[in-house]
């Protein structure tokens, strides 16, 4: 079931605007700064060097956008044929090279790029403004992280454009320059992705006078899992899950213009949902237990694979499930790995490489997620404990840097008892909510084994957080903010 869910999101991945292909190793941020919104056939796009407000419009037989890597270099091109409701057209052909850089030994990637071929032109009644030069420079890091990429970026560019008023002997070449500053920020996982971008844009006309325009444009992606009940009272299963894919483009425009027009323009849009059915858990011990909804929840979406009708809710958590049930969580990719070499040893002498999932285990190991009791033992069967899962947790996300200087004390009253390698790890999944203490005792109990269901609790919220906390920071607090 959950090779069959990474094939469906990846076909969802693989499906860029109008229906272009985006390649896994491109990078995840637009290069455009047009505060376009776009599905899978139409798009919108607002207009405001006439110095009135123009929606352009078009639908997919209007609109060409590849992205290709080859070799290190990236090119977008962007081909459109445009109209507006009131008979203006806009005709864009532009190319975008971008060096792509890899950093694999430290998890990062950076792209850096200019406009290597440009036109447009925009007709609105008698006028035709003329795109005469083109500067530009876009750059981009990603910081590869097992449960999730993060990336922000900079663009800075400048448009020339050329138009003539008036006719005959009184006819008059203009020119409009429109300086373009623009910063973007985003994150990728399996559950989602959201990239917020923040545009001004000052418009500077050959007769000294000003517009002013400014866009935050957000795209986001989410899945989402609904509770669906089995309208058959007589049926084997109450009901079941089923993840919705979900894909949404908002943009908000508001513009001060040389023409002494003040205003916001809003455009929005988003694709068409999918549904995936999920399989139906029919764990016979965990009748009204507070853990049953997260429990459900996991086994749905092919984090746990129990085969027995008991779950065992109240027996220690091992780490080796704890392990696995991460590695599926994030999904670290072990399928993309089966082409590769692999080693003829185990990466721990406890753990057989014939042991069920192994692939998690390696891949686990490779980046950074689990570490040993000792650096060759593994103790695959020992509980796993409060703190070792926070440390889990958290290199997951990448965010250990989130933690104060060293030597800093917890608020927790059982501070002394916090293990080395687990004190970010502790301060930080309480920062985020993913793990806290005891709210009678104000202990953390880091050395207290999780069980099956406080363990399922907590992979609950990790899995809230990557799908809607994410979103939330990259998008409503990006936007509210700027």
Same mark, same amino acid.
């Given at each position: 079931?959950?090779?069959?869910?990474?094939?469906?999101?990846?076909?969802?991945?693989?499906?860029?605007?109008?229906?272009?292909?985006?390649?896994?190793? *491109?990078? *995840?941020?637009?290069?455009?700064?047009?505060?376009?919104?776009?599905?899978?056939?139409?798009?919108?796009? *607002?207009?405001?060097?006439?110095?009135?407000?123009?929606?352009?419009?078009?639908?997919?037989?209007?609109?060409?956008?590849?992205?290709?890597?080859?070799?290190?270099?990236?090119?977008?091109?962007?081909?459109?044929?445009?109209?507006?409701?009131?008979?203006?057209?806009?005709?864009?052909?532009?190319?975008?090279?971008?060096?792509?850089?890899?950093?694999?030994?430290?998890?990062?990637?950076?792209?850096?790029?200019?406009?290597?071929?440009?036109?447009?032109?925009?007709?609105?009644?008698?006028?035709?403004?003329?795109?005469?030069?083109?500067?530009?420079?876009?750059?981009?890091?990603?910081?590869?992280?097992?449960?999730?990429?993060?990336?922000?970026?900079?663009?800075?560019?400048?448009?020339?454009?050329?138009?003539?008023?008036?006719?005959?002997?009184?006819?008059?070449?203009?020119?409009?320059?429109?300086?373009?500053?623009?910063?973007?920020?985003?994150?990728?996982?399996?559950?989602?992705?959201?990239?917020?971008?923040?545009?001004?844009?000052?418009?500077?006309?050959?007769?000294?006078?000003?517009?002013?325009?400014?866009?935050?444009?957000?795209?986001?992606?989410?899945?989402?899992?609904?509770?669906?009940?089995?309208?058959?009272?007589?049926?084997?299963?109450?009901?079941?899950?089923?993840?919705?894919?979900?894909?949404?483009?908002?943009?908000?425009?508001?513009?001060?213009?040389?023409?002494?027009?003040?205003?916001?323009?809003?455009?929005?849009?988003?694709?068409?949902?999918?549904?995936?059915?999920?399989?139906?858990?029919?764990?016979?011990?965990?009748?009204?237990?507070?853990?049953?909804?997260?429990?459900?929840?996991?086994?749905?979406?092919?984090?746990?694979?129990?085969?027995?009708?008991?779950?065992?809710?109240?027996?220690?958590?091992?780490?080796?499930?704890?392990?696995?049930?991460?590695?599926?969580?994030?999904?670290?990719?072990?399928?993309?790995?089966?082409?590769?070499?692999?080693?003829? +040893?185990?990466?721990?002498?406890?753990?057989?490489?014939?042991?069920?999932?192994?692939?998690?285990?390696?891949?686990?190991?490779?980046?950074?997620?689990?570490?040993?009791?000792?650096?060759?033992?593994?103790?695959?069967?020992?509980?796993?404990?409060?703190?070792?899962?926070?440390?889990?947790?958290?290199?997951?996300?990448?965010?250990?840097?989130?933690?104060?200087?060293?030597?800093?004390?917890?608020?927790?009253?059982?501070?002394?008892?916090?293990?080395?390698?687990?004190?970010?790890?502790?301060?930080?999944?309480?920062?985020?909510?993913?793990?806290?203490?005891?709210?009678? +005792?104000?202990?953390?109990?880091?050395?207290?084994?999780?069980?099956?269901?406080?363990?399922?609790?907590?992979?609950?919220?990790?899995?809230?957080?990557?799908?809607?906390?994410?979103?939330?920071?990259?998008?409503?607090?990006?936007?509210?903010?700027?």
């Amino acid at each position: 079931m959950r090779n069959h869910l990474y094939k469906v999101l990846l076909a969802i991945v693989m499906v860029f605007v109008l229906g272009t292909s985006i390649l896994g190793n *491109a990078s *995840a941020a637009s290069v455009e700064t047009t505060g376009a919104v776009k599905n899978e056939y139409t798009y919108e796009e *607002a207009v405001f060097i006439t110095g009135t407000p123009i929606i352009f419009k078009g639908t997919s037989k209007d609109i060409k956008i590849t992205q290709k890597e080859t070799k290190g270099k990236l090119t977008e091109t962007y081909n459109l044929k445009l109209t507006a409701s009131n008979g203006a057209t806009l005709t864009r052909n532009i190319a975008y090279e971008s060096d792509v850089v890899n950093y694999a030994t430290i998890g990062q990637k950076t792209s850096n790029g200019v406009v290597k071929k440009y036109s447009e032109k925009i007709v609105d009644g008698k006028i035709t403004y003329t795109l005469a030069d083109y500067q530009f420079s876009q750059g981009t890091v990603t910081d590869n992280r097992a449960a999730s990429d993060y990336f922000s970026g900079n663009v800075i560019s400048r448009k020339t454009y050329t138009y003539q008023t008036g006719s005959g002997k009184n006819a008059k070449t203009n020119t409009v320059t429109i300086d373009i500053d623009s910063r973007h920020a985003g994150y990728e996982n399996f559950w989602g992705a959201t990239e917020t971008q923040i545009t001004e844009l000052i418009y500077t006309y050959s007769d000294g006078t000003t517009s002013h325009v400014k866009n935050r444009l957000s795209t986001s992606k989410s899945r989402v899992l609904n509770y669906e009940e089995n309208p058959g009272s007589l049926a084997s299963f109450d009901g079941g899950y089923a993840v919705v894919s979900e894909k949404d483009v908002i943009s908000e425009y508001t513009y001060d213009l040389a023409s002494g027009k003040k205003g916001k323009v809003d455009l929005d849009t988003d694709y068409t949902p999918t549904i995936e059915r999920l399989i139906i858990p029919k764990f016979r011990d965990l009748s009204n237990h507070y853990a049953k909804s997260a429990i459900e929840k996991l086994y749905s979406l092919g984090i746990y694979s129990d085969t027995s009708n008991f779950f065992s809710p109240n027996t220690p958590m091992k780490r080796i499930d704890f392990t696995i049930a991460i590695g599926k969580a994030v999904d670290l990719r072990v399928m993309e790995e089966k082409n590769t070499k692999k080693p003829s +040893t185990s990466v721990f002498k406890d753990v057989k490489r014939t042991v069920k999932d192994y692939p998690y285990i390696e891949s686990a190991v490779n980046k950074g997620i689990i570490k040993g009791v000792t650096p060759e033992y593994f103790k695959p069967d020992n509980a796993i404990t409060r703190a070792q899962a926070a440390a889990i947790f958290v290199r997951a996300l990448g965010l250990e840097n989130k933690a104060p200087e060293p030597g800093y004390v917890t608020e927790f009253k059982d501070d002394a008892q916090i293990p080395d390698y687990s004190r970010d790890g502790i301060y930080i999944v309480n920062e985020l909510g993913l793990m806290t203490g005891d709210p009678v +005792t104000g202990r953390f109990n880091p050395n207290q084994p999780l069980t099956r269901a406080q363990a399922s609790v907590v992979l609950e919220r990790f899995l809230n957080y990557l799908e809607n906390d994410l979103k939330q920071n990259y998008r409503d607090d990006i936007l509210f903010f700027n």
